[in-house]
């Protein structure tokens, strides 16, 4: 305990000693850490945004108004049949009609203009257990046999097919590039916070040089002398990843709050789980940035 008392007291005189490295030191930790924790909140909700679009993630396969039940039924079955399918379900044209109906509440002169007429197709309903599978399920169905004799469209059985894998692929790939980004930008501020970090040890390690050399002379272990500037580096990293826990946190309590209501058909809901983990990477991501920043400045400028 008493060591570590006097590695505390020698990384404060640190702080006092080198005040504008220092700061910047825990400035750039902070804002780093910041950075990344605003990422990994964002890939929560990116992600959280993507799992619901890939549960609405089905497959309509529209069929002839003169399509025989026995055909129907055998293509349902053979659907049920393959793997990645949750259930079958099948819609009459006058279920459709209805369903189109009530989406149309609010412009009615759209129906009026049907003047009695349906022009809808019944369709069998697929809903999957693996939105991963749709290309697969979809070529599939519209490789049958059977489906393409009652399909709406025999000349191209594909235009009878209509599912929304493309949408969950466009947006996987936006969200890839972004990751890239972030990544990229998050290792180039951790490399910033490392230059940082060495440099404030460096300058406390040559502001303590003849104390050290005394040290050496009476015998202090090689621990004895590295501890004040682990101490110090572990110091700034602590101060830093703390203020980026603060922000994140007054973001989380006003920020986002109106943000949702901005964006009130998104669904920014992160659980306090998830913030606490992101909270806890955080102060052991700045930990360890912290400790590497210390020890390679030791390796280079202590030669203990």
């Known amino acids: 305990m008493s060591s570590l008392f006097y590695f505390f007291k020698e990384s404060l005189q640190g702080f006092a000693r080198n005040l504008s490295t220092t700061l910047g030191s825990i400035i750039t930790i902070f804002l780093s850490l910041l950075i990344i924790g605003v990422f990994l909140v964002g890939g929560t909700i990116v992600e959280h945004l993507v799992s619901s679009i890939e549960d609405e993630v089905s497959i309509t396969a529209y069929v002839a108004d003169d399509a025989p039940q026995e055909s129907i039924d055998a293509v349902s079955s053979m659907i049920k049949g393959m793997e990645g399918v949750e259930s079958v379900g099948f819609t009459t044209k006058e279920q459709a009609l209805e369903s189109f109906s009530n989406s149309m509440t609010t412009n009615p002169e759209i129906i009026e203009q049907l003047d009695g007429t349906n022009p809808l197709p019944a369709s069998i309903d697929v ?20 489906f393409r004799s009652i399909c709406d469209e025999p000349d191209d059985p594909a235009d009878s097919l209509k599912y929304g894998q493309k949408t969950v692929d466009r947006l996987f790939s936006v969200t890839k590039y972004v990751r890239y980004l972030g990544v990229a930008l998050v290792l180039l501020l951790v490399f ?60 989380r309590m006003y920020g986002v709050p109106k943000l949702q209501s901005a964006l009130s058909f998104l669904s920014l809901d992160v659980s306090g789980n998830t913030y606490l983990m992101i909270y806890i990477v955080l102060v052991i991501a700045g930990l360890v940035i912290g400790l590497l920043g210390s020890a390679f400045a030791m390796r280079r400028y202590l030669k203990v």
């Open 127 to 146: 809903s999957l257990s693996d939105p991963q599978k749709v290309d697969e399920i979809a070529a599939a169905i519209e490789a049958d046999e059977t």
């Open 192 to 251: 910033i916070a490392l230059v940082f970090i060495n440099n404030t040890i460096r300058l406390a390690i040559m502001a303590r040089r003849k104390e050290i050399a005394i040290m050496r002379l009476v015998g202090a272990s090689n621990g004895f002398i590295r501890g004040p500037f682990l101490m110090e580096g572990a110091l700034h990293a602590i101060i830093g990843s703390l203020l980026a826990v603060g922000v994140l946190q007054l973001l």
